[in-house]
């Protein structure tokens, strides 16, 4: 059922939000807010089902590549937006650009994102620090939230590849200085599939990270298939929202898999999309609402 609001109070479901607060308040609160990647209508409506039912705070992002491919930073806008009304959202969801490019920050903070991610850890130090702070002025000067990262995270991730993997704690405090509102930084972390020989996370090195940056929230990427005593740890030490892509992508491509080697969609009108992609959907939504109850989210909205 879509609402028709009447008057501008009743209007106020419509609102993104900038992911600042909720984040301060999964800092102070020992929890993490999930960062959920959005590929699609499908994949925005799944997450922003899920976060409701779970009653958790959410931060929906989108790479550059999958901006592009849904048709461009506006109309993630419009499509985050205009669900966020017509579902009739009520928990706090955030719009965030996912490793922007210096242009691509600029350009979401242009077209209506409330937060974004300048990632230029493949710039020299010195660079980085320049350019991080030109957006962060910009994004604060109309109140849109940033996160900026330090030494790379491994993996590959929309045709960018990082070797680093443990940042320098040095350097994740010149940028948390810069007054960046949460920091992204390697610790063993990878985009994509952990392989079998995966380390772990460094937990040692993220307790000189969190020491040096004086409780700036920290992100952790790749967080798909990461043991979930491995992130309950990596909370209690300053992350404050965990990035899944991956995983939600595996449940959904698993599912549809599943329902097509049925043959099910030979089956009457089993190849009308919002059948054959509905056993996908469901698996999303159950997925990002355990997620929500293992980074402890779920009833903090
Ligand atoms: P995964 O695809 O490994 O979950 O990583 C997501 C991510 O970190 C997005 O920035």
Known sequence: MIKVPKNKE????????????????????????????????EWTKC??????????????????????YMGGYKMVVDMVADLHDSMQITVPVALHLDHGTYEGAKACIEAGFTSVMFDGSHYDIDE???????????????????????GGIGGVEDGVASNGELADPAECKAVADLGVDFLACGIGNIHGKYPENWAG???DRLNEINEAVDGKPLVLHGGSGIPFDQTSKAITMGVSKINVNTELQLVFADATRKYVEA?????????????????GCDAIIAKAIELCEAFGSAGKA
Request: hydrophobic fraction near 40%; charge should be neutral.
């Open 10 to 41: 009743e209007n106020n479901f419509m609102v993104l939000v900038s992911a600042k607060e909720m984040i301060e308040k999964a800092h102070e609160g020992h929890y993490a807010i999930p960062a959920f990647n959005t590929n699609n209508l």
């Open 47 to 68: 997450i922003l089902t899920a976060c409701e039912q779970a009653k958790s705070p959410v931060i929906i992002q989108a790479s550059e590549g999958a901006a592009k």
């Open 128 to 150: 980085n620090i320049a350019k991080s702070k030109d957006i962060i002025a910009l994004a604060h000067s109309k109140g849109v939230s940033v996160e900026c990262e330090v």
């Open 201 to 203: 996370l460094s937990f």
């Open 263 to 279: 043959g099910k969609d030979l089956e009457g009108k089993g190849y009308d999309p919002r059948k054959l992609l509905k056993p």
